[in-house]
């Protein structure tokens, strides 16, 4: 029989064991494309955010959950990141700021944006459910490389909930 202490101190034990990830890791092809894609295509999609922004809004892409293990090959695809994330983002953004009005309530209330994809969360088609603006923060939660001709609803997603949050 267990007395209590060890019951208690098992317990504490399994309190503070890590926890096991259940996500694919990502391995060196995936690190090597990731990081190429950020030195020679992902500057030029951030300054076209900031200049549809109409200012130099903090961009913060989660790069470890963009990154999906097996699609190395198709990073630089501009399908990949580009068309499916960045470049809607920045189409949704100007058309926000077509107007001064727009302009200046993207540049007093939007303060960051954040890309990321989370796997059990990021819709497959319905994009606005991708999407959060609160405190400030832009939030971006799109698969890459999926539904590449989806590019309207996208942009359209960015522009209702920007409207709505500003």
Known sequence: MISRRNALAAAALLLC??????EPTVGLAERRAIAA?????YPAQEKGIQEAAGFPVPVE???D???IAGDAKYYADPGYFEKTIFEPLAAGLKDVTRDQMG???LREKLKSIRIRYDEKTAPASNYPN???FEGGVLDVNWRPYANVADFKDRVEAVVKVLEKGL
């Open 130 to 132: 991708g999407l959060k």
């Open 65 to 67: 959950q963009l990154t």
């Open 37 to 41: 894609y950020r030195e020679s295509r």
């Open 17 to 22: 064991a890590p926890a096991a990830r259940a």
């Open 103 to 105: 302009r200046d309530a």
């Open 61 to 63: 892409v989660a790069w």
